[in-house]
């Protein structure tokens, strides 16, 4: 009792201590996982195990103790097996030095501890070994092999013979014996087994479950049996495996008449009045070719309507999905871009997410309307900082950099000829730059945002992420007053000037200008080569304002998405939130009073040369796409419909080539597939794809319904083509080499490359998938077969123009034409041609003749 009392004086120096089997026999405390028994006590080097704390973290045995390690001024630790668990673990530490010498009075197991007894050296030690090994052999060659004494004896039966007898049964006649021979192949015999390990400890009891093999076989080749009827029958029961109903057939012999029978029939007076009445009725169906086949399949005979011919139907491959648990978990991505010159990158936005409701009218969802949702207007006044990720394939967890900004960005654009600037649109109308090459490195250990993320130990060994700060940031009074909607890069080598007009540099290997459009009526011009050094670029305080080159005003047509296009007559294209798409110039001819501008005032220019005004749509358009086969095909993307315009340069004027049929749900968003020119893929809220191919049909989606997310897709983007003559040098990583190598590979020939599509949903997830074959894959004179389409549309428009003297649309400046006027400013009749008046009065003659008859056939008096 008095060891008793003084080790319960001292538990609280007992430290539980969990020691895994592979710790056991990783520090020689067992000989393997699965052989022989763990020491009862054993020591530790204090200094191994400090420092292997201090190395590995959570991973370390003693980590759970590792400050008490760090603190234990012993040269060894002594760790004692708990056999019954009554400290909680399989191990436990004797944390004081009462403990050791309680436990291990005289230190015959110490490791590292002196224990008085001189220790043995190395050539001691391997004297031993030799002389040990010399004595087993000796003792092995004094070993007599003993033949065994094999001997037939007597069977002595305890009392399974009775229980034999009094089990048999004998017939109750005699009858010949049944003889059975089982055969089996030789080749089936002395075939390859292999054991395994089981541990009684993971499962106590082991079932033998039945198993259905669908695809089960019989062995056996060869069966003889004999079978002898018996008037005696008994019932019996057999409980066996119910495997799956199978197609089975039987040989028998043929049912044969005999001659005499075959005569008879043949003379029977029922079979000669079937034939001849049934003659002259077959004669006639052979004749006319009327025969059918009852047997066969009718509906399979033309195959399958729904699908080109020689086509299959696919499904959507998806590569993989991106998303960061900081910058955009359950946040709503607003726009896509790839890198110009790597493949394996591509580049995402975000801002906050709707309620349900605002999901639901997804197709009217525009940047000027989001702000007006209850979760924007609780937080107004406040602005919200966000950041554009830019993904690679190498790491498909991590974000490669995080372009941070002041506010939401709404839109983004990748310099196309140097992919290192990045413009973006502001949820607050401010339009900023980043330069990717100013890079600040954040080390994950100093991100607390990232912590909880990092505490799993999953993101061990990941490269650090590289932090992009606004290189350049808009003057916000010289900014939109409404967010950005659309950006797009000018060429390289055009450039606008402050007083509206365009000049051509061919100094500039890359584009260094680009238009931002927003709700507030303005198409602003920015010049990414801020001149840091001009006096008055400069406020007050000295710091730089940047400022917009040129400003155009669009005279209320608010448009939400746009397409400039540098030709001889800069043509602009653009739609608003009425559903009305424009057809105009984004470089008119400017005014005169523009030349008195002084130096370093910024121009503007109202005179907006709009030629037509379409009403595209019912509700807003959200999306406005050019053909990359036809540049005058323009894609606009309504609530339920998409339709497709072609610009005619000769008359100025937009004519409606295709117009699809109401989808499912809302739309969201369309693209024009890059390698062929007849697909058009749509986004819908309810997390689908639509394929349409025009052609192999029009009236209705050639792949309907492919399911990509849960949530409402709000962005999508091909990657774009020209990768195919881009070569680069990232390494390949587990999980990515397949995608990036795809990226890479320039295909053979004439073949584009797989046009990968990047998705975006509202949860902040980022889909890479590749559509089906038959969906990408060009076809032969596929662009002839569409511009034959096009043209054929095209024919059809102009005939009903001039059939109902209508175009859909109205000219520049007004939704509707004014009325005529005279001089004194009353209004007149449009003048009418000899023609129309005499149509006129024949339709009018018709109609009273008519209705005369018609009273008369009534009775109603005249």
């Given amino acids: 009792m008095g060891d008793e009392d003084a080790l319960g004086a001292m ?87 009462a403990l050791v010498k309680h436990f291990d009075p005289t230190g015959s197991g110490s490791a590292g501890g002196d224990t008085g007894e001189p220790q043995e050296s190395e050539a001691e030690r391997l004297a031993r070994v030799e002389r040990e090994e010399q004595e087993r052999l000796a003792e092995i060659k004094l070993l007599t092999y003993v033949e065994p004494d094999f001997r037939p004896r007597p069977w002595n039966s305890l009392g399974s013979d009775a229980e034999i007898d009094s089990q048999w049964v004998e017939g109750s006649r005699k009858r010949a014996p049944i003889a059975f021979q089982f055969l089996k192949a030789r080749k089936n015999f002395g075939g390859k087994y292999q054991f395994d390990n089981f541990d009684e400890k993971d499962k106590q009891v082991i079932s033998c479950n039945r198993q259905i093999d669908k695809t089960y076989d019989l062995r056996k080749t060869c069966l003889d049996g ?51 009445t049934a003659r002259p009725l077959i004669q006639m169906a052979i004749e006319q070719n009327l025969t059918v086949d009852i047997f066969g399949d009718d509906l399979d005979i033309g195959g399958d309507g729904e699908l080109p011919l020689g086509q299959k139907s696919e499904h959507v491959k998806f590569f993989n999905t991106f998303v960061d648990l900081t910058y955009s978990k359950n946040r709503r991505i607003t726009a896509i871009d790839w890198d110009p010159q790597r493949p394996g990158s591509v580049a995402v936005s975000c801002a906050l997410s709707g309620s349900e409701d605002e999901v639901r009218s997804s197709s009217q969802r525009t940047p000027s309307s989001e702000m007006l949702s209850p979760q924007r207007v609780d937080m107004a006044g406040r602005p919200q900082p966000s950041a554009v990720l830019v993904w690679n394939f190498n790491d498909l967890i991590h974000p490669e950099m995080i372009l941070e900004a002041p506010d939401e960005v709404f839109v983004f654009r990748f310099n196309p ?82 007083r509206g007009d365009l000049k051509t540099n061919g100094s500039e290997p890359y584009p260094v200008q680009f238009a931002s459009l927003a709700g507030d009526d303005h198409l602003l011009f920015w010049d990414v080569r801020g001149d840091v050094t001009a006096q008055d670029q400069h406020d007050n305080d000295g710091d730089f304002r940047w400022t917009p080159v040129f400003t155009l005003d669009l005279n209320g047509f608010a448009p939400t998405c746009m397409h400039l296009a540098v030709d001889a007559r800069n043509s602009a294209v653009f739609v608003n939130e009425n559903g009305a798409i424009a057809l105009g110039s984004w470089l008119p001819k400017k005014d005169a009073a523009l030349d008195d501008i002084p130096p370093g005032v910024e121009a503007s220019n109202t005179n907006v040369a709009v030629s037509a005004i379409f009403d595209a749509h019912s509700l807003s358009c959200h999306t406005l796409q050019v053909s990359p086969d036809f540049p005058d095909l323009i894609l606009a993307v309504g609530d339920w ?30 693209v024009w597939c890059p390698n062929r020119p007849g697909v058009v893929i749509t986004t819908k809220a309810n997390g689908s794809l639509d394929i349409w191919d025009l052609c ?131 209004g007149v009749a449009p003048v009418r041609s000899a023609g129309e008046a005499a149509d006129d009065d024949a339709a009018e003659k018709a109609y009273q003749e008519m209705l005369k008859a018609f009273k008369a056939k009534l009775g109603v008096a005249q």
């Avoid at 234990?72 to 009554?86: R, Y």
């Avoid at 130990?457 to 990941?462: C, F, K, N, S, T």
């Fill in 226 to 276: 004999a079978f002898q009827s018996a008037e005696q029958t008994r019932d019996a029961a057999v409980q066996a495996s119910n495997f799956r109903m199978v197609n089975s057939t039987t040989l028998y012999s043929a049912v044969e008449m005999s001659d005499a029978d075959r005569a008879q029939a043949m003379e029977s007076g029922d079979l000669l009045r079937v034939v001849k």
């Fill in 417 to 498: 000829k140097s992919p290192n600037i990045v413009v973006g649109g502001l949820a607050n109308g401010q339009v900023v730059l980043w330069n990717t090459n100013n890079r600040r490195v954040v080390a994950r250990s100093n991100d607390p945002q990232r912590d909880l993320d990092l505490d799993n130990g999953d993101h061990v060994g990941a490269q650090q992420i590289a932090h992009i700060d606004p290189h350049l940031l808009s003057y916000t009074e010289r900014s939109h007053s409404r967010p950005v909607q659309d950006l797009q890069w000018l060429p390289a080598g055009f450039e606008v000037q402050k």
């Fill in 641 to 670: 419909t998409f339709t497709v315009f072609r610009i005619v340069d000769a008359t100025k004027q937009l004519q409606r080539i295709f117009h699809s049929g109401c989808a499912s749900d809302y739309l969201t968003g369309a």
């Fill in 11 to 97: 538990e609280a120096d007992i430290v539980p201590v969990f020691l895994p089997e592979k710790s056991l026999v990783k520090y020689g405390m067992k000989l393997s996982e699965d052989v022989g028994h763990s020491v009862a006590k054993h020591y530790f080097d204090t200094k191994a195990i400090q420092e292997e704390c201090t190395a590995l973290g959570f991973m370390c045995d003693f980590h759970a103790v590792r400050d008490r390690v760090h603190t234990w001024t012993q040269p060894s630790i002594l760790v004692i097996k708990d056999d019954n668990g009554q400290y909680g673990e399989n191990y436990f530490w004797a944390a004081s030095e």
């Fill in 696 to 826: 192999d049909q029009s009236h209705k989606p050639a792949a309907p319904e492919m399911m990509i997310s849960s949530t409402e897709i709000s962005y999508a983007q091909f990657r774009p083509v020209r990768y195919r003559h881009v070569r680069d040098s990232l390494p390949r990583t587990v999980g990515s080499s397949l995608l990036i190598a795809r990226c890479r590979s320039g295909p053979a020939g004439n073949q584009l490359p797989i046009p990968y599509l990047a998705v975006g949903d509202s949860g902040g997830n980022l889909h890479i998938v590749q559509l089906p074959s038959n969906f990408t894959t060009k076809l032969s004179n596929e662009v002839q077969i569409m511009r034959t389409f096009y043209e054929r549309e095209s024919a059809r428009f102009l005939y009903f123009k001039q059939l109902h003297g209508t175009t859909g649309g109205t000219m520049a400046g007004s939704d509707r034409k004014e009325p005529a006027k005279d001089a004194s400013g009353e």
